[in-house]
Every structure is written in structure tokens, then in C-alpha cells.
């Protein structure tokens, strides 16, 4: 008959018939009496039991008092008959939980607050800290910060949730990892230094006194301020003018320096006068010139300079530049724009003008931009005899034309008259010969990928001027991988000779073969093979065909006799197939054997070739049949016997 179950106060939770079984009622299943198969449903309720019904979803229809373990949030919970609550920790959500009792925790995620629960006055009591939506986080925060060896105890300062400042007591530290407007702690009050205008304010009882030095020490920088008397600063860092510190002036041992660390310096005399210096000007910046406007050192006016002017690297001229007399020397290069007329140049660099006249000069670099006339007639026969003479190469863009050129080595392009004297050659990057080539050299080679002669005969042969003289000579190929291709369809390389290749030979052609006389190698007489011979088809043969195979005793050890040959032989069937990819001398139906029946009771005569497929040696198989018929000699004596 049907059974009730009771909680733990009495009350009737289910009624289970008998031979039933209730899943609904509870998280566990009930089991009725004589139910077939109830100790599997019995273990599984102990085991859920066990792990408080571990899982990410709570469990169904549970129990006042009931235990669940939220493996998605790893925390144990308790249903209080109405909702599931934590166990030994707080809820954490944006709004109070409900149904609270005394002394439930709630961390609330929106201000980030603790709080408890207080049934007195129904009222969820900060616990910490201080803290409301409109005041925002406002106070102090002990914090515990590293360096990346060692921490640190320091207090945090926030005004609305601000980051304000942070006191220390500890030596200077950088925080690890870094703290946004703190990139070091010094001891003290440290202020974040990405909130702009953060400062002391008020005012002191004692200001007048700044490191015990009085306020009338200082100048203001508030306002304008005077000092009376001179300025002196005793230090080689020198002084700092300006709102982004760009004028300097600073000593460095005897040497004083004016220098700007952005912009232009400009030295503006009062209007009306010149800018006098009376001691050495140096100017360190590297601008380079490239127009009157540009450049370390610029003058708006014109320059006057008493004593001589020297330019370590090119000087460039907007106008004409006359020399009456003397020589321009120059460690640089000399850049003239209009028209120069002068008598000796003497320069190490670039000479770049318009050239009228010059007398004896010598340059390191000569840059014509318009036509130079050299009138000197003096003829040349060697590179330092001339009218013009170049100690270095000439780079000449456009065409040269020379009644004799003799130069030792030519690059680019040489086009040339009949020349019938060519003595000798350099290396070429083309050359293309309307005549005959010969080369009396010890040796003559062609380095190139592919070399294409016309419709002529090649022959080879060593001391051979002519056709005629190089009978018997013949054609070498060295080299790895070296191809010998004939691409006439219609004939074909005829080797009359004893031929030898050390290396191997690769024949490409893929013309098959239909008798000795027809194929891609075609031997006229006999060939010797000292290797292993491998043929992918059919070998066919006008006369007899011998295989020798070692089988003295001598040559052999481990022997053994085959054992269970009638068993082994039974295995094995003899069958007709056809080639599923069938040639002309495979297209008929074939007798034979299974090389994977083969394999099972005889594997010393199954092999496996290059393309994984299996082969068999059926000459080999005689043996297996030599044993086998021993074996059926033998029973049938046996029975003759009976």
C-alpha cells in the first residue's frame, strides 16, 4: 500500500504508491514500494546528497533548510523557503536582497558599500565605507603598494571618487605596477600630478621664511619684479629665458654659449646699429644651407669680412662670381649659379657652374651645367697626358663622341663601327656578333641558363680551327643535373658510340615501346647492366630470358624447413582477375595469387614497392609447395597403412 513521507516538523510532503517512484515533489526521488530497480535511484539520492546537489542550476522544487553548491559561482547556498542564500558570505547585487534576517551581508555593487541587515529596524547598517551615491567616495584608504621588491603601507586621499594624493613614509619608491599621476611615492605628501593646478593653498604664519632664506632673496614670478644691482648665477648651467625655456646661455670651462632649444636664434641689434663681435663666433647648430634662407648661420644683409673666408662643404653662389685676380681655393665643392669667369681653381669638392673661362685648375669634382670650352689642343696618350684630364672617373649622362677611345674597361652598352681589331674583351652584360668568333684562349665557356644557336652544325674538338679539322671531336657535359634535349619531333639523338655516363642519365622521352626497334632508348646492340634492373611494364624477349639465383649452401646460414606447408597452403587461393587499370599488354584476363594471402602464411616472398603496393616472388613459392607435398606423401602412407 501507498506510503507517506514527512519533513523533519511532521508535515506530509509526499504520498508514493506502491511499484511508483515521485521525481516532482522534491530535488530527490522518492522510491514506492516493491519498485523494480531502486538502487540505483537510492545511490544517485545519497550521492546528491553528498555534493549538495553541485551544479551551475539550482536545484528543482527545493526544501526549506535545503543545501545547493553553485559550482557557477562556487559559493554554498541555503534555501530559506522562499530564496536561495549564501552561506558564510555576503550577496552581492546592485539592490537589496529580500527577505533578509539579522545579520545577512549584502555588498551593494552600485556605491560599494558592506552593509548587514538589521531586523530591529529593518534597515540594511554600513558596515564601510563611508560612502553615498552623491558624495561619491570621499575619504581615506590605508593601502598596501609594491615596488617590485618590497611594499609599502601608504594612505590614499580621494575626494569624489579622485585619487587626491597619497602619504608615505618611506624612502622614494616607484609603484609597481604604476599608478596613474603617481610615477614615484616620495616621503611625504604626494599630490597626483594629472590633476592640473593642484597645490598648497592658504596661508602660512611663517612665510617670510623659505628654507630659512627671507622672501626679499627671491624674485617674484608672478609679477614683474627688479633687481637691483647685477645678476649672478654661480652655476655652469647658466640661465633659462622664456615660457618653454628656449633661450640658454651656459659656460662650459672658457667657452660661454647662446643657444635656443627651439626656433631660430636671432641676434637684433638696436635699429640703426650693427651687431659687433669682438671675440671668436661659434655657431654648433648642423642645419644645413640649401638657399640664402635656410642654414645654421643667416644673414639678411649683405657681409663684409676682412680677412679670408674658408667652407668646409659646398658653397653655392645665387649670382655670377668674378675672380680679377688670385685663386679660389676650396676643401669643399663650389656651387655657382650664373656665369663664372675666373683664372685658377684649385678645389678638393664639387665644381658646379656655368664655365666662360679658366685658366690652370684642378678640380676633385667638375659639375658643367652648361657648355665648357677647353681650347688646349694638347693630344693625350696615356689617362695623364691631355687638354682635359680627370684624375678619378667622368659620369657623363648624355653621348660621347671621340675619334680613338682606348679605355680599359667598358661597362653598359659599346656601340661601334666595323671593327675587325677587337684584341680583346672584358666581361659583357650582351654582345651581338655579325661575323665569326674564335677563341684561342685554353678555354671557353658560356655561363648561361639557356644558349640557342640557329640551324647550324656544333662541333667540338680540341686544336680545331674548321669544320674540317674537328673531325673525330667530340661534346663533354659537366655539371650536376645536366640535360641533353633534342627538340626535333621528327628525328631523334643518335649515340654511335661507346657511351658512358658516371653520373646516370635521365631519359625523358615517353614514346613506348612495340619492339626493340621503337621506344624512348633504343639500344642497336647489346647493353650490360651490373645494378638491379627495374621495369615498370612488361618485359618481352625473341629469345630466352635467364635468372640466376644463388642457392649454394655455402652462401647460406639459418636454415630452417617450413612447417604446417599443407596448412599454410590451404590458406592461399589460386584465382583469374582482371588489372583495374589495364595497358595494352595487361588487357586480358590474368591467373595468380593474393600477395596479402601470400603475406599471412609466407611473408618472406611478399614485397612492397616504391608506390606501396604489394608484389609477390612466385618462384619462391616452390618451396612452400615442396614441403606441403612432403606433408601429403606423408598422410597418404598413413592411410594406406590403416
Not at 50 to 55: I, L, P, Q, Y
Not at 424 to 450: E, K, M
Not at 547 to 561: E, H, I, M, P
Request: with cysteine.
Amino acid at each position: 500500500m501507498a506510503y507517506t513521507v514527512n519533513n523533519t516538523q511532521g508535515s506530509v510532503v509526499a504520498t508514493v504508491a506502491d511499484g511508483t517512484i515521485d521525481s516532482t515533489t522534491t530535488s530527490l526521488t522518492f522510491i514506492g514500494k516493491n519498485y523494480a530497480g531502486y538502487g540505483e535511484i537510492q545511490n544517485e539520492n545519497f550521492l546528491k546528497l553528498m555534493e549538495n546537489f553541485a551544479n551551475s542550476s539550482q536545484p528543482t522544487s527545493p526544501q526549506a533548510g535545503q543545501c545547493w553548491w553553485d559550482t557557477g559561482t562556487t559559493l554554498l547556498k541555503v534555501w530559506s523557503g522562499s530564496q536561495w542564500k549564501n552561506v558564510g558570505s555576503a550577496t552581492a547585487s546592485a539592490s537589496a536582497p529580500t527577505g533578509p534576517n539579522q545579520g545577512d551581508l549584502w555588498y551593494d555593487t552600485t556605491n560599494k558599500q558592506l552593509k548587514a541587515y538589521n531586523s530591529a529596524t529593518s534597515n540594511w547598517d554600513l558596515i564601510g565605507p563611508d560612502y553615498t551615491a552623491a558624495q561619491q567616495l570621499s575619504g581615506q584608504s590605508i593601502q598596501t603598494i609594491s615596488d617590485g621588491v618590497s611594499d609599502h603601507v601608504v594612505v590614499y586621499i580621494y575626494v569624489a571618487s579622485v585619487l587626491l594624493a597619497i602619504w608615505s613614509k618611506d624612502p622614494t619608491f616607484t609603484p609597481s605596477p604604476s599608478i596613474t599621476g603617481f610615477s614615484v611615492i616620495n616621503p611625504g605628501i604626494n599630490f597626483n600630478s594629472s590633476i592640473s593646478g593642484i597645490k598648497f593653498a592658504g596661508t602660512a604664519s611663517n612665510s617670510e621664511l623659505l628654507d630659512n632664506l627671507d622672501s626679499t632673496q627671491f624674485i617674484r614670478s608672478d609679477i614683474s619684479d627688479t633687481k637691483n644691482g647685477s645678476l649672478t648665477i654661480n652655476n655652469n648651467t647658466g640661465l633659462v629665458v622664456g615660457t618653454s625655456n628656449d633661450c640658454t646661455i651656459s659656460v662650459s670651462g672658457t667657452t660661454s654659449t647662446l643657444g635656443t632649444t627651439t626656433g631660430t636664434l636671432n641676434l637684433s641689434p638696436v635699429a640703426g646699429s650693427n651687431t659687433v663681435v669682438t671675440s671668436n663666433l661659434l655657431v654648433t647648430q648642423s642645419t644645413a644651407s640649401t638657399s640664402s634662407v635656410t642654414g645654421a648661420l643667416r644673414v639678411t644683409g649683405g657681409t663684409g669680412i676682412g680677412g679670408n673666408l674658408f667652407v668646409g662643404s659646398a658653397a653655392t653662389i645665387a649670382g655670377n662670381l668674378t675672380l680679377t685676380g688670385g685663386t679660389i681655393n676650396s676643401t669643399g665643392g663650389v656651387n655657382i649659379s650664373g656665369n663664372l669667369s675666373a683664372g685658377n681653381i684649385s678645389t678638393t669638392g664639387e665644381l658646379a657652374a656655368n664655365i666662360t673661362s679658366l685658366g690652370t685648375s684642378s678640380f676633385s669634382t667638375i659639375n658643367v651645367s652648361t657648355l665648357a670650352n677647353i681650347t688646349a689642343t694638347t693630344a693625350s696618350t696615356s689617362t695623364t697626358t691631355g687638354a682635359l684630364k680627370v684624375a678619378g672617373g667622368a659620369g657623363i649622362v648624355g653621348n660621347v663622341n671621340a675619334g680613338n677611345i682606348s679605355a680599359t674597361n667598358i661597362t653598359g652598352t659599346l656601340a661601334t663601327a666595323a671593327q675587325t681589331n677587337v684584341t680583346s674583351v672584358g666581361t659583357l652584360s650582351g654582345l651581338t656578333v655579325a661575323g665569326n668568333v674564335a677563341s684561342t684562349g685554353s678555354t671557353f665557356y658560356i655561363d648561361n641558363t639557356t644558349v640557342g644557336f640557329g640551324d647550324i652544325n656544333i662541333t667540338v674538338a680540341r686544336n680545331a680551327g674548321t669544320a674540317a679539322a674537328a673531325s673525330g671531336g667530340g661534346l663533354t657535359v659537366a655539371g650536376g643535373n645536366a640535360t641533353l634535349t633534342y627538340n626535333d619531333s621528327d628525328d631523334s639523338w643518335n649515340l654511335n658510340k661507346f657511351t658512358k655516363f658516371p653520373s646516370g642519365v635521365s631519359i625523358t622521352a615517353t614514346t613506348s615501346s612495340s619492339g626493340y626497334t621503337t621506344g624512348a632508348l633504343i639500344v642497336a646492340g647489346g647493353a650490360g647492366i651490373a645494378g638491379a634492373l627495374y621495369v615498370n611494364g612488361a618485359i618481352s624477349s625473341n629469345g630466352d630470358v635467364i635468372a640466376y639465383a644463388s642457392s649454394d649452401a655455402r652462401l647460406k646460414t639459418n636454415v630452417k624447413r617450413i612447417t604446417d606447408a599443407l596448412a599454410k597452403v590451404e590458406k592461399i587461393n589460386g584465382v583469374t582477375f582482371d588489372w583495374i587499370n589495364p595497358t595494352a599488354d595487361k588487357n586480358r584476363t590474368e591467373a595468380g595469387v593474393i600477395a596479402q594471402e601470400i603475406q599471412e602464411v609466407l611473408p618472406e616472398v611478399v614485397t612492397t614497392r616504391e608506390d606501396g603496393m604489394l608484389a609477390v616472388r612466385y618462384e619462391r613459392i616452390i618451396a612452400l609447395l615442396i614441403e606441403s607435398i612432403k606433408e601429403l606423401k606423408q598422410e597418404v602412407e598413413q592411410l594406406k597403412r590403416q
